[in-house]
């Protein structure tokens, strides 16, 4: 559920940024936006290497989930200068917390059932990404940008809630054989 909850809104912006970024009011600056949202996103990534390790899966999830949630947040006030800088953040949470998808599936099922359960996780993961990247255009031209935003901030909530719930920890453990 987290990695669904985390690829939802992801895919949707990065697909459609340059539209978003418009229906924001950002105008013709949306096309550099995009690309600063694309650089920030491989930013988060990269920083996210050592953070793996040192901070921990389970806060690292965490940290993703928040900063999303506050980025989507202030997205909603509109203020061109307040739009980019909130979808950086957005992006360089959400890309820190997305190389979790490499580590963390892998650490949590037993090896009896991980190949199956990874497989199975990343599969939904991926009904979310399409239902996240077909859903926006038509969400946005039906109720708006705002709105629209406010969904992404509350899908990104349940995913904090679910991390902060459930999510273990599994640095420093050892996998089964």
């Known amino acids: 559920m987290m990695w669904l909850l985390q690829v939802v809104p992801l895919f949707a912006i990065y697909t459609f940024a340059p539209v978003v970024l418009q229906a ?30 040192s901070w921990g899966r389970r806060n690292l999830c965490i940290a993703g989930f928040a900063l999303s949630v506050l980025a989507f ?8 200068a307040v739009v980019v800088p909130a979808f950086v953040l957005y992006a360089v949470a959400i890309g820190a917390a997305a190389g979790l998808e490499l580590v963390y599936p892998s650490e949590l099922f037993p090896t009896a059932v ?15 990404a399409f239902l996240g990247t077909f859903a926006l255009p038509l969400a946005l031209g039906r109720w708006g940008v705002v709105p629209v935003m406010w969904a992404c901030a509350g899908i990104s ?8 719930v459930w999510a273990p920890e599994t640095r420093g453990s050892v996998l089964d054989a």
């Open 24 to 53: 924001l009011h950002i105008g013709s600056a949306s096309l550099l936006g995009s690309i600063a949202i694309t650089a920030a996103f491989l930013a988060g990534s990269v920083i996210a290497l050592p953070l793996i390790e």
């Open 157 to 164: 909530a349940a995913g904090l809630l679910l991390a902060l």
């Open 114 to 128: 991980r190949a199956g359960a990874t497989g199975f996780a990343a599969a939904v993961s991926r009904v979310g």
């Open 73 to 80: 947040a202030a997205v909603t006030i509109g203020r061109p």
